[in-house]
C-alpha cells in the first residue's frame, strides 16, 4: 500500500519542491542545499534521509539521476542517508528523480521522488571590498553600564552589512543584523549597543566594525566620556639641580613572561585551543534542555553516552609530520582560496602509509595533518590520496599556524589572518593523537586540549558563539555551534570505573570540555583515528558507555571565555 506526499522545502538560498511516492509503512525527507564557489555556476548538494519505522532487516539504496545534463555524483551513502553533489550552470529550475530500492527478506520495492531544484543566480556581483568603518562613534557611562552608538558606514563595499563586531577591554561582543534590518539599513540608521560593566573605573576604549561578505572593515573608537581620572599634579623639575650620588635603588619589579603553555601543542597557553573550563560559568537553564534534548532526539535517544569515533571507515585519518617525511600537497575543492595556496604549493609533511588509511568508498575521509616543520596544520574532507603524484584531492580544506593563537580570521580574537577555517572549525580540535593520549595516561592527565563535538544536530536560531564564525542552516535541534560543554567537576572519574585510555579521554572533557562544532548526520561522537593507532589501549567506540552519561554534562553560559 502507498500513499502520496508533496513537501515543500526552503533553504539557504534554495527552493525545492518534493513530490514523493512512498511506503505507508516509512517516511521520506529531503533536504537541499546550495554553495556558491563564483558568480557563473554552483554547486547543488541534494541530501535525502529516510525515516524508517519498518523493519531494521530492510535495506535501502538510493540513486539520483537528472533529466538535464548533469551528473551526480555520490559523495556518501550509508542505506538511509544520502548525499548527492553536482555542478550546475545556469539558475533555474533543474529536475531531479530520487530512486529508493528497498530489499526485505529479498523482496524488492521501489520509491520514486521528483525534485525541482529552483535556484537564484549566484552571490550579488561587485563586492570587490570590505566595508568602511562605522561613522564615529560615541561613549557614554550611564549608571547601569556603557552605551556605544554608532551609524552604519558610508561606503558597504557594494556588500551587505551583516555583523558589527564591538571590542572593549578583554571582551569582544556582536550585534548581529537579522534579515529585516540587512534589507532595509541605509546610510542614517543609527546602533545602539549597551553593556554593563558594573565596578569598572580605568578609561574604556570601545571600537567597533563592521562585517561584510568581502571582510572586515577598519575599528571606529570611542572613548567612555567622564570616566579617565584626574592626571596627578607633580612637582616642578629644578632647571639646575645640585649634582648628589645617586641613591641605590633595588630594581623595579618585572611581571614574569607569561607561561608559553605546553610545546607539544600549538597555538599557546591563552588559546581557546588549550584552555580550561575551570571555574566557568554554567548555564543551568541550557544545561536542563540539552539533557532532555539529548534524551528524547531519535537519532541520540538510544547512545545515552559520548561515541568516540575509532570505525575503520568514518575516523579521522592523521599525522604528526617530520622533517623525514615526504612532502604531500592538496588539489581540488574550495583549496584555490587565496589563504590555502600554502597547501597546494608548499604542501605538508606526510607518511606515505597514511595515505592507505582514507577509504575508498562514499565515506566523509577526512585529515587532520599536523606538521611541525612548517609550523601548521592541514585539514580536509573527502580525501583521494595519489601515492605517485604525491597529490591528495579534496571536497575542501583548511590550514591553522601554529604560531597563532589558534583562531579563523574571520573571528575578531584571531590574531593571524592566515588561518583559515570552515565556519571557523579548531582543526586541531577534531582528532585524538596517539602521542598526546600516551601521554595522558603516563601522567594521570587530560589530553590538555578543548575537544570538536561532531553533535547529532545544532539549532540554526540559536546562532553561533566564540570560537566559531558560522553555522550550518536549517537546523532545529539543540545548541549554537562554538557552545561548549563539559563535564560536572563533581563527578569522580575513576570511582565510575574509568581507565587508561577512556580516563584520559573523560578528564579531557571534564578539564577542557568540547565545543559543539559540526553537525553530525548521525549521533554525537567525537572523532578519533583508525583503531590501529590505539593499539594497546583501550579506547573503543564505546569506551565510555555504562560509565559517563549525557546527564553528566553541563552547559558553559554561550560565548563564555
Known amino acids: 500500500m502507498y500513499r502520496h506526499i508533496t513537501?515543500?522545502?526552503?533553504?539557504?538560498?534554495?527552493?525545492?519542491?518534493?513530490?514523493?511516492?512512498?511506503?505507508?509503512?516509512?517516511?521520506?525527507?529531503?533536504?537541499?542545499?546550495?554553495?556558491?564557489p563564483d558568480g557563473t555556476s554552483y554547486e547543488v548538494d541534494v541530501r535525502v534521509k529516510l525515516v524508517v519505522v519498518e523493519s531494521i532487516q530492510s535495506r535501502h539504496t538510493i540513486a539520483i539521476s537528472d533529466t538535464g545534463e548533469h551528473t551526480w555524483l555520490k559523495k556518501r551513502d550509508n542505506g538511509t542517508r544520502s548525499v548527492w553533489k553536482a555542478l550546475v550552470e545556469n539558475p533555474g529550475d533543474h529536475a531531479v528523480s530520487v530512486t529508493v530500492t528497498r530489499t526485505t527478506d529479498g523482496a524488492q520495492s521501489t520509491t520514486g521522488a521528483d525534485y525541482t531544484v529552483t535556484a537564484p543566480p549566484g552571490p550579488e556581483p561587485g563586492i570587490v571590498a570590505e566595508p568602511s568603518a562605522p561613522e564615529p562613534a560615541t561613549a557614554t557611562a550611564t549608571d547601569s553600564g556603557y552605551q556605544v552608538t554608532w551609524t552604519r558606514p558610508s561606503d558597504d563595499g557594494n556588500g551587505v552589512i551583516h555583523r558589527y563586531t564591538i571590542s572593549h577591554?578583554?571582551?569582544?561582543?556582536?550585534?548581529?543584523?537579522?534579515?529585516?534590518?540587512?534589507?532595509?539599513?541605509?546610510?542614517?540608521?543609527?546602533?545602539?549597543?549597551?553593556?554593563?560593566?558594573?565596578?569598572?573605573?580605568?578609561?574604556?576604549?570601545?571600537?567597533?566594525?563592521?562585517?561584510?561578505?568581502?571582510?572586515?572593515?577598519?575599528?571606529?573608537?570611542?572613548?567612555?566620556?567622564g570616566v579617565a581620572p584626574e592626571p596627578e599634579p607633580t612637582e616642578p623639575v629644578p632647571t639646575d639641580p645640585e649634582p648628589t650620588d645617586p641613591e641605590p635603588t633595588d630594581p623595579e619589579p618585572t611581571d614574569p613572561e607569561p607561561e608559553p603553555g605546553r610545546t607539544d601543542l600549538p597555538y599557546g597557553a591563552d588559546s581557546f585551543f588549550q584552555s580550561s573550563v575551570e571555574g566557568a560559568p554554567v548555564d543551568a537553564a541550557r544545561t536542563k534542555q540539552f539533557h532532555e534534548f539529548m534524551a528524547t532526539h531519535p537519532e541520540q535517544k538510544d547512545t545515552p553516552f559520548p561515541k568516540i569515533n575509532v570505525n575503520e571507515d568514518w575516523a579521522?585519518?592523521?599525522?604528526?609530520?617530520?622533517?623525514?617525511?615526504?612532502?604531500?600537497?592538496?588539489?581540488?575543492?574550495?583549496?584555490?582560496?587565496?589563504?590555502?595556496?600554502?597547501?597546494?604549493?608548499?604542501?605538508?609533511?606526510?607518511?606515505?602509509?597514511?595515505?592507505?588509511?582514507?577509504?575508498?568508498?562514499?565515506?566523509?575521509?577526512p585529515g587532520?595533518?599536523?606538521?611541525?616543520?612548517?609550523?601548521?596544520?592541514?585539514?580536509?574532507?573527502?580525501?583521494?590520496?595519489?601515492?605517485?603524484?604525491?597529490?591528495?584531492?579534496?571536497?575542501?580544506?583548511?590550514?591553522?599556524?601554529?604560531?597563532?593563537?589558534?583562531?579563523?580570521?574571520?573571528?575578531?580574537?584571531?590574531?593571524?589572518?592566515?588561518?583559515?577555517?570552515?565556519?571557523?572549525?579548531?582543526?586541531?580540535?577534531?582528532?585524538?593523537?596517539?602521542?598526546?593520549?600516551?601521554?595522558?595516561?603516563?601522567?594521570?592527565?587530560?589530553?590538555?586540549?578543548?575537544?570538536?563535538?561532531?553533535?547529532?544536530?545544532?539549532?540554526?536560531?540559536?546562532?553561533v558563539v566564540h570560537p566559531m564564525v558560522g553555522a550550518e542552516g536549517d537546523k532545529a535541534g539543540f545548541g549554537a555551534e562554538g557552545e561548549r560543554i563539559r563535564i560536572k567537576p563533581s563527578v569522580d572519574l575513576e570511582a565510575r570505573g574509568l581507565t587508561g585510555a577512556a580516563l584520559a579521554v573523560a578528564r579531557t572533557l571534564q578539564e577542557?570540555?568540547?565545543?559543539?562544532?559540526?553537525?553530525?548526520?548521525?549521533?554525537?561522537?567525537?572523532?578519533?583515528?583508525?583503531?590501529?593507532?590505539?593499539?594497546?589501549?583501550?579506547?573503543?567506540?564505546?569506551?565510555?558507555?555504562?560509565?559517563?552519561?549525557?546527564?553528566?554534562?553541563?552547559?558553559?553560559?554561550?560565548?563564555?571565555?
Not at 182 to 198: H, M
Not at 522 to 536: D, E, I, M, R
Open 316 to 365: 579521522m585519518s592523521y599525522h604528526v609530520g617530520k622533517a623525514s617525511d615526504p612532502i604531500w600537497t592538496l588539489a581540488g575543492g574550495n583549496t584555490s582560496h587565496e589563504k590555502l595556496a600554502v597547501t597546494r604549493t608548499q604542501g605538508f609533511h606526510m607518511a606515505d602509509s597514511v595515505a592507505k588509511t582514507f577509504p575508498d568508498g562514499d565515506q566523509d575521509r
Open 169 to 225: 577591554k578583554g571582551s569582544t561582543d556582536y550585534v548581529a543584523l537579522d534579515a529585516e534590518n540587512r534589507e532595509t539599513e541605509n546610510t542614517l540608521r543609527e546602533y545602539v549597543w549597551t553593556k554593563s560593566t558594573a565596578g569598572a573605573t580605568d578609561p574604556l576604549t570601545f571600537q567597533v566594525r563592521a562585517i561584510n561578505d568581502a571582510g572586515r572593515s577598519a575599528w571606529a573608537e570611542a572613548v567612555v566620556d
Open 368 to 463: 587532520v595533518m599536523i606538521d611541525s616543520v612548517f609550523g601548521y596544520t592541514v585539514q580536509f574532507a573527502d580525501a583521494v590520496p595519489n601515492l605517485a603524484t604525491r597529490t591528495i584531492t579534496v571536497s575542501n580544506a583548511a590550514v591553522f599556524y601554529h604560531d597563532s593563537n589558534g583562531l579563523d580570521y574571520r573571528n575578531p580574537r584571531s590574531d593571524d589572518e592566515r588561518n583559515f577555517s570552515s565556519r571557523g572549525r579548531i582543526i586541531d580540535a577534531m582528532v585524538i593523537r596517539r602521542d598526546l593520549l600516551d601521554k595522558a595516561i603516563a601522567t594521570d592527565t587530560g589530553l590538555g586540549h578543548v575537544l570538536h563535538l561532531f553533535f547529532v544536530e545544532t539549532n540554526t536560531a540559536d546562532g
Open 7 to 36: 513537501t515543500g522545502i526552503a533553504a539557504a538560498g534554495v527552493l525545492g519542491l518534493v513530490t514523493a511516492l512512498v511506503p505507508a509503512t516509512g517516511a521520506a525527507a529531503f533536504d537541499v542545499s546550495a554553495t556558491f
Open 512 to 561: 577542557n570540555g568540547a565545543y559543539i562544532g559540526d553537525n553530525s548526520g548521525s549521533g554525537s561522537q567525537l572523532k578519533a583515528s583508525q583503531p590501529h593507532n590505539y593499539v594497546g589501549t583501550n579506547l573503543t567506540t564505546d569506551a565510555l558507555k555504562g560509565q559517563i552519561t549525557w546527564n553528566d554534562f553541563e552547559v558553559i553560559e554561550k560565548g563564555w571565555q
